[in-house]
């Protein structure tokens, strides 16, 4: 395994790990607004979301170099 491909693989595993924080924190997000009796989706679980959507790209991109 080349040094660029170890490199790649440990920010996958960062990224990876980053887009599981984000998850849960969506769905904390989630909870606590249906907790409170809110119909909607908040605000902070749709930012949280988006993210999460960017990092798996991001993962994509460098799985498939």
């Keep these: 395994m080349q040094i660029s491909e170890q490199n790649n693989d440990e920010i996958i595993q960062q990224l990876k790990n980053i887009s599981e924080t984000l998850g849960d924190r969506a769905l904390t997000a989630l909870k606590e607004a249906h907790a409170s009796g809110e119909s909607k989706r908040p605000d ?13 790209k991001a993962i994509s991109h460098l799985i498939s170099e």
Excluded: G, P
Excluded at 44 to 56: F, G, N
């Design 44 to 56: 902070s679980e749709r930012k949280l979301t988006q993210a999460r959507r960017a990092i798996e």
